[in-house]
C-alpha cells in the first residue's frame, strides 16, 4: 500500500512559480509511475503530468507544456511537480498519484491507484 503527500502549495501572482513535492511511503517508490492531476469544484479531475519509475519518459497535458516540469528523486521517494508562468487558470487543488500501469494509462484517472490528498494551488493578484 503507497501513501502519498503533497506539499508546496500556496498563493502566487500571475507569472510566478511554484514547485510542488509529493512524498511516497509504504511502497517501492522506484516501481511506480507517478502522475499528477488537478481538480477545480465541478470540474473534472485533470491530467497534468505524469512520469515513468526511472524518469525517463516524462508526458504532460496540453494546457501545461512548456511551463510545468515532472521530475523525481528515487533516493527521496519523492516527485515533483515544477510550475512556472502560472495562470490563474492553473488555480486547483493537485493532486499527486501513483501508478503500476503502463504508459498508455498514464494520462487517465483510472490507471492510477494510489492518491495523495491533494494541495491548493491559487494564482491570483
Known amino acids: 500500500q503507497v501513501q502519498l503527500a503533497e506539499s508546496g502549495g500556496g498563493l502566487v501572482q500571475p507569472g510566478g512559480s511554484l514547485r510542488l513535492s509529493c512524498a511516497a511511503s509504504?511502497?517501492?517508490?522506484?516501481?511506480?509511475?507517478m502522475g499528477w492531476f488537478r481538480q477545480v469544484p465541478g470540474k473534472e479531475r485533470e491530467f497534468v503530468a505524469a512520469?515513468?519509475?526511472?524518469?525517463?519518459?516524462?508526458i504532460y497535458g496540453d494546457s501545461v507544456k512548456g511551463r510545468f516540469t515532472i521530475s523525481r528523486d528515487n533516493s527521496k521517494n519523492t516527485a515533483y511537480l515544477q510550475m512556472n508562468s502560472l495562470k490563474p487558470e492553473d488555480t486547483a487543488l493537485y493532486y499527486c498519484?501513483?501508478?503500476?500501469?503502463?504508459?498508455?494509462?498514464?494520462?487517465?484517472?483510472?490507471?492510477?491507484?494510489?492518491w495523495g490528498q491533494g494541495t491548493q494551488v491559487t494564482v491570483s493578484s
Open positions: 498519484a501513483a501508478s503500476s500501469q503502463g504508459r498508455g494509462m498514464w494520462s487517465v484517472r483510472g490507471g492510477y491507484a494510489w
Open positions: 512520469i515513468s519509475w526511472a524518469g525517463t519518459i516524462t
Open positions: 509504504g511502497g517501492t517508490f522506484s516501481s511506480y509511475a
